[in-house]
């Protein structure tokens, strides 16, 4: 036997093995969050790490050694990123919910997100929060994206998706409601997500006319937990878009809105005069610094925010480290700065990269990448719009969702028209509304009812080969 010393978050820990061994192999055996941004293909670099030892030869491109490619020959050393201190938004509702004196027990809210799992834990009488938990999802090991997840299911891999999911899960409970039975959990999702966490064959996500066989907004029993699988309005509008509507009441307003979950897939929603309509957009993992020569994930010593003071560009870290990388919401700050000094034209041309830190510089290809992603979160929007016959000035609250929509400055989003910038003073950050919408219907009695009405007064309108879409997208993909 061979030993690997492992170090993360400044923590050792030694793991046997018998060599040899693919490092992701023996990481994935031993409860070890990691990522693999381009799903192993060993194209992307971005999962290289410090190590020592007997190992197998580095990568010939880049010197590293990288997570996806290499394999323990024997004993060796391995510093791994710490990614128990990501940035993960867990909702609002840090105190409690309803309370319902009829109610016994606990229960969890749960958002399963493509790269992040969050949840909260609650008591089911006083509607107290006791806990909550969360975690890089260890789906990430096998591909960044939905589409590389779908390919992996299709390829024999589905139970080994579901067991990922499943068991993170279950440590995540432990964690957060230590000894406490949890006779109940609501779980938003994506429609992919969905797909992989019950074992369903997603091949029908996989291809046109992406027509999904099950919409959840269902039950199911699993050991002694009741499981509440809230609707999708599609295959690529899944249950977190549905709780993130519920979680903000805009369609318990007249006035006329727009909700945005802004991610790898973009899903919108706009209500207006008792109509809901959904829409989504591929944006792919750009904007969460996927794919980006200096992106990171929202981890301490990423650079989250960018700015002009007194002619210097200034930049702040997450915990105050070391800076590492950029983040999503530094991303979009530093092109926006950028835009302003006339280093990026409207185009998206730069001539040469920028140096923002030691280390960490914004390359021309970065800046394209970024272009295309917000392009087509900003095209979706217009679209929806025109569709509906609604002037962006006709929209009186913007919510954006998500962790990643929290974050973003809305100055600086619509400085490089990731949104409308009609839309910039109207934007209300709501953070994780789909954890939120799963705790509401957690704790109300008519929340399953909400969220099938919602499903039942809302229609999906597919972008795909649209095209008012396509023409937005090629506007939208200058920075004017």
């Keep these: 036997m061979s030993k690997l010393l492992l170090m993360q978050g400044g923590t050792e820990t030694e793991i046997a093995f018998s060599p040899p061994m693919p490092l992701k192999t023996l990481l994935a055996q031993s409860d070890v969050a990691f990522v693999l941004p381009c799903g192993g293909r060993g194209v992307c670099g971005k999962c290289a790490v410090e190590a020592s030892g007997a190992l197998s030869e580095p990568d010939a491109q880049s010197g590293a050694y990288l997570l996806c490619r290499t394999t323990a020959l024997g004993d060796c050393r391995v510093i791994l990123p710490d990614y128990a201190d990501m940035t993960i938004d867990t909702g609002t509702q840090t105190k409690r919910l309803r309370q319902n004196d009829s109610a016994q027990g606990y229960g969890a809210a749960l958002d399963i997100g493509t790269t992040t799992l969050a949840m909260r834990v609650f008591d089911l009488c006083s509607g107290a929060c006791v806990g909550e938990a969360t975690r890089i999802n260890p789906q990430m090991q096998v591909a960044a994206d939905v589409i590389g997840r779908i390919e992996a299911a299709m390829r024999g891999q589905g139970d080994a998706l579901k067991s990922m999911l499943w068991d993170a899960i279950g440590r995540m409970a432990e964690q957060a409601a230590p000894g406490k039975p949890i006779s109940r959990t609501v779980t938003a999702g994506n429609t992919t997500m969905l797909y992989l966490l019950n074992g369903f064959d997603p091949s029908d996500l996989s291809k046109a006319p992406f027509s999904a066989k099950h919409l959840f907004g269902t039950h199911d029993r699993i050991a002694d937990t009741e499981f509440y699988f809230p609707p999708c309005f599609h ?60 992106g990171c994930a929202s981890v301490p010593g990423a650079i989250d925010r960018v700015w002009r003071a007194g002619g210097e560009v200034c930049f702040h870290t997450i915990g105050g480290q070391k800076p590492i990388g950029v983040c999503g919401s530094g991303l979009i700050d530093l092109i926006a700065v950028l835009l302003d000094l006339g280093m990026i034209d409207e185009t998206g041309r730069m001539e040469r990269a920028y140096p923002l830190a030691d280390g960490v510089a914004l390359l021309p290809q970065d800046v394209r990448a970024i272009q295309l992603a917000k392009a087509a979160i900003c095209a979706g929007i217009h679209t929806v719009l025109k569709k509906t016959g609604t002037d962006a000035s006709d929209v009186q609250a913007f919510y954006a969702a998500g962790g990643f929509g929290s974050r973003i400055d809305p100055v600086s989003s619509a400085r490089i028209g990731l949104f409308p910038r009609a839309l910039a003073n109207r934007t209300v950050p709501i953070g994780n509304a789909a954890l939120d919408g799963a705790g509401t219907v957690l704790s109300d009695p008519d929340g399953e009812r909400a969220l099938m009405h919602l499903r039942e007064i809302g229609t999906y309108l597919s972008l795909s080969g649209d095209a008012d879409f396509a023409e937005f997208y090629m506007e939208d993909m200058l920075f004017a």
């Design 235 to 294: 295959a690529f509008a899944g249950a977190d878009l549905a709780c993130a509507i519920l979680a903000s009441g805009m369609c318990e307003r007249t006035r006329c809105s727009v909700l945005c979950d802004v991610g790898t897939n973009g899903e919108i929603a706009l209500y207006r005069n008792g109509t809901l309509i959904t829409a989504s957009t591929a944006a792919g993992p750009a904007l969460e610094g996927a794919g980006i020569s200096c």
